[in-house]
């Protein structure tokens, strides 16, 4: 590592600490004093240089981008630094909205990202121009069932739509008329929404738009943001896992001292060290296609994705019952290792689209 991501690792690593099961079941599933300190630190506004590098304040790589999600991950922190973060300041920067980002990036506002789909089939929510006063055109969005992660503790939406079979985005205001939210607590405690649009008026100033190949190098990024996330929480899992066999004793030594939880340690950490490599080599090389074909990037998601849940199964069973309780780091690994398995998957087959069905 450079001298920067040293400076990040650091920074990242006096910041975390473990995971505070009380703040993760409040009302909003945030605590704002602690966001608070996370926007201070400046690690918010920094990613927009990857979008476009006339938007950044200063000059970052995908490498510097994993090192913080590692760190994060591998702290288990509770703060929901992609889905109030990462997802919508880079949609947003894509978009260059400046006004727009310089709000999310100071913390005056809360911004979520919505998922693609609307439940039961519901299909994309759709955009639609209606005609307007003073020859001035407004916007409708409907949709039922949108789930937003980090929803619960956003003032302002940002909704993915099909306009004219071609994907956009929208800002909508969670007091907007005609936006009906109902929580959704996921596994990890964190609270999202799910989100009803009837009939919702969005002005011009509202619309993100944002062109193809952008399109495919932000959800590149927020793939890998995701998938660095991942790598941290478990090889935080597995140092726990190994300290705890080496501690724990039965027959008289430590459990570590046998040949099958070697050899099942020994496994973890070979995949760990592929998964590893894998991210390094991406981030190296950002005109690698995996930083800048959605599809690819969301393959290497699903991979490391499948990766971390067998190894955090693991941890649960060497730690035992106890693994999966409040009061051990594993448990809350475990939960948002099965949140982030899902998170935002949708947008790899159906955003990578210019046009198609809205139907699942």
Known sequence: MNEQQQMFKSTIEKFVEPADAAAL???????????GELVDLGLLTCWTGLVSPDLGEMAVSPRDLMVVSEALGYGISPEPWLENGIAPLLIVAAAEKRGLMDDLASGKHMFALGSLYGEKGAGVPVLSRIAGKGGDDTYQLDGDGVLIAGGGAASRFIIPARFDGDPTFCIILSDDQGVTVRPYRLADGKLAVKADFQSVRIDEGSLLGVDGDRLDRVISLLYFSITANLLGITRRLYDESVAYCRQREQFGQPIAQFQAIRHRLVDCHVELELIRGLLIRMSINENDAFMTTIEKAWQVKSYVSTVARRIAQEAVQLHGAIGITDELIIGHGLKRI????????EFSPEMGKRSGSTER
Do not use: C, P
């Open 25 to 35: 079941k409040s009302s909003d599933g945030i605590d704002i004093q602690r966001w």
């Open 338 to 345: 099965l949140v982030l398995d899902r998170l935002y998957e």
